[in-house]
């Protein structure tokens, strides 16, 4: 067991969970506003990264290792806008992947259960980010158009609530 590769996956597990932290201040934010949509699509991001971390710590478990837990930083609590808040979770998955990508590559040729773990949370942040990349683009294309945002709110509230994904597949 490679003793680097497997503090790079608890540093990450401990950012899941700073993730649904973070994507927590922000559906306060966007509830303050009265946009429930978006307050509830944030919290479904919640339970995603929540899951996410959980998988990780499973996984750590499974190969003998214990996972540590480190403290969360406060995040931030107060944005421009809600298109703020979306470039700013946009920039946040951005770092998510690279830390991501950085363990599968650490993990190459070194442990190919890592390695193989490691792929789906790869495939799945090309997913996050594209939805965040789409949802800003709409957010910038209707500006402060509150009727077409209020449109946009009731299309993320619609969002079905995230069910916890088999990442052992």
Known sequence: ???????????????????????????AYTDDLDLDGFTTWLDHQVTEEIFHGEGMKDFLQSVGYKPVYTAIPEPQGDYESVL????????????VTRRITNIAKEANGVDERVRSFIQWYIDEQVEEEETFNKIITRLERVGDDWHSIYILDAELGQRPEPTEPNIAE
């Open 1 to 27: 067991m490679d003793k680097k590769i497997f503090d790079l996956i608890n540093e990450q597990m401990n950012f899941e969970f700073e993730s649904a932290y973070i994507y927590k201040a922000m559906a």
């Open 84 to 95: 703020d808040v979306m470039k700013k979770a946009l920039e946040h998955e951005k770092e």
